[in-house]
């Protein structure tokens, strides 16, 4: 990734948030064989349905990239744009998918439409983002694709607009430049900094309360604007969103409604059936701390359940015996 670049605030803008000047709380411990052996820290915050701040821990107001919990903004900004998407291929656009055949069918299968071949995609190759599907894949002889990489889906309806191909990643090109707009809007703040996302996509800051105003701004933007699509299309289609074995896909199913996205350095964003919504953010960047934080936050509001209990679980094993979890720690 390369260096972040600041972007000079908007006159009316506040400057970003300078860093805590001390370490954010414990949100997570690994517990082995009894004995606390690690810590995860990093910041939360909830927002009730009227958008006011529920409550929230550590440092919210510090900008983040959200990396890919950005995906359903980036996925209205395409059909801002005027390329019409809908139904699994609008998930898939809005996906950090596991690499599972059906993701990869859909990919290609979007590129042949659009009269592309996945040459046009200008993602890294890499294997497939679910551990199950790697093993696999690399198993019957494959190699890193980028079409294989997880967001060849938002690739390939980035790269098919009427606007130069070749340069569609740059932040000047004009579907980044409605990109950031898109992500502004829906957050209600300018963005903080620009950066590259891993798959070599302009990459936009927000705060944690800016993340969580997007996700709710999408379920409750009017049926048929763009935001609405997207998230329509996410709830419908989870598992183009993630995959069969992801908790995005897990939550989205058991509570219809809910809209939720992970991003890569342990970021996560949901907005909730009630209308409340949530973001948070791991210090350390550790996703094995993801599944136990967001599952405490969904039993602390009120969403405890089967679904929350699979989402937690985190075993540390010892040789083939379960020693120890990864639990939640506020």
């Known amino acids: 990734m390369s260096p972040a670049q600041p972007v ?21 411990e690994v517990v082995r064989s009894g004995f606390v052996e690690g810590v995860h820290r990093g910041s939360v915050v909830v927002l009730e ?51 599972e055949p059906f993701h990869l069918e859909l990919a290609e299968r979007m590129l042949t439409e659009f009269g592309l071949s996945a040459d046009a995609l200008q993602c890294p190759p890499d294997l497939p983002l679910d551990p199950v599907e790697a093993e696999q894949y690399l ?7 980028p079409l294989t990489m997880n967001c ?13 191909l ?38 936009m800051a927000l705060t944690l309360p800016g993340l969580a105003r997007a996700f709710a701004a999408f379920v409750r933007a009017q049926p048929g604007t763009p935001e609405r699509r997207v998230a329509d299309a996410m709830r419908a289609h989870p598992e183009y969103v993630a995959g069969t074995r ?7 199913r058991a509570l219809p409604g809910a809209l939720s996205k992970m991003g890569a350095e342990a970021v996560q964003a949901v907005a909730l059936p009630d209308g409340r919504a949530l973001a948070f953010k791991v210090d350390d960047g550790a996703t094995r701390a993801l599944g136990p934080v967001l599952a405490r936050l969904l039993e602390r509001l009120g969403y405890a359940g089967e679904t929350a209990t699979r989402i937690g679980s985190a075993p540390l094993m010892g040789g083939a015996v379960r020693v120890g979890e990864i639990r939640a720690a506020f």
């Open 152 to 164: 060849s889906g938002k690739h390939a309806a980035c790269a098919r607009n009427g606007w130069p």
């Open 139 to 145: 198993a019957s002889g494959q190699v890193r694709r």
């Open 166 to 203: 070749d340069s569609y990643l740059d932040p000047a090109h004009p579907l980044q430049l409605l990109v950031r707009e898109t992500v502004e809007a829906a957050a209600g703040e300018p963005v903080a900094a620009l950066g590259t996302d891993g798959c070599g996509a302009p990459l």
């Open 246 to 252: 992801r908790p995005d896909t897990w939550l989205m």
């Open 8 to 28: 000079p605030p908007r006159p009316d803008a506040d400057a970003p948030a300078p860093p805590p000047a001390g370490p954010s709380p414990v949100l997570a």
């Open 49 to 99: 349905a009227d958008g006011s701040v529920a409550w929230s821990l550590g440092d919210p107001d510090r900008p983040v990239f959200p990396r890919s919990a950005n995906k359903p903004m980036q996925a209205a900004a395409i059909l801002h744009a005027g390329l019409d998407l809908a139904g699994e291929r609008l998930a898939l656009a809005a996906a950090s998918h596991s690499g």
